[in-house]
C-alpha cells in the first residue's frame, strides 16, 4: 500500500522531495534516527502549544491493516 500512495502522491499531491528516501530508510531499517527526526518535524506534538492556543482538535487515526503504527501506540497521547 505505501508504494501505490507514494506513487499517487507523486502524480496527485505535493509530497515531501524526501519521502522516497525516508521510506526507503523504514522499509530497509536504515537510519531510524533521521527518520524519526523526520517524523518529529511533522508531529501535532511538536505544534502542540500552537494548536492548544488556537483551541483545535487532532484527530489519531490506525486503520485495518495499518502495521506501521501499533494500536496501543495512540495511549501515550491521552496520558
Do not use: C, H
Given at each position: 500500500?505505501?508504494?501505490?500512495?507514494l506513487?499517487?502522491?507523486?502524480?496527485?499531491?505535493?509530497?515531501?522531495?524526501?519521502?522516497?528516501?525516508?521510506?526507503?530508510?523504514?522499509?530497509?531499517?536504515?537510519?531510524?534516527?533521521?527518520?524519526?527526526?523526520?517524523?518529529?518535524?511533522?508531529?501535532?506534538?511538536?505544534?502542540?502549544?500552537k494548536?492548544?492556543?488556537?483551541?483545535?482538535?487532532?484527530?489519531?487515526?490506525?486503520?485495518?491493516?495499518?502495521?506501521?503504527?501499533?494500536?496501543?501506540?495512540?495511549?501515550?497521547?491521552?496520558?
Open positions: 500500500w505505501a508504494n501505490l500512495l506513487v499517487s502522491g507523486e502524480i496527485f499531491g505535493r509530497e515531501p522531495a524526501d519521502l522516497w528516501r525516508i521510506w526507503n530508510s523504514i522499509n530497509t531499517r536504515n537510519n531510524i534516527s533521521g527518520v524519526k527526526a523526520w517524523s518529529d518535524m511533522r508531529s501535532p506534538v511538536a505544534v502542540v502549544d494548536l492548544a492556543a488556537r483551541n483545535v482538535s487532532v484527530f489519531l487515526s490506525n486503520n485495518f491493516e495499518d502495521r506501521l503504527f501499533k494500536p496501543d501506540a495512540a495511549l501515550r497521547y491521552r496520558q
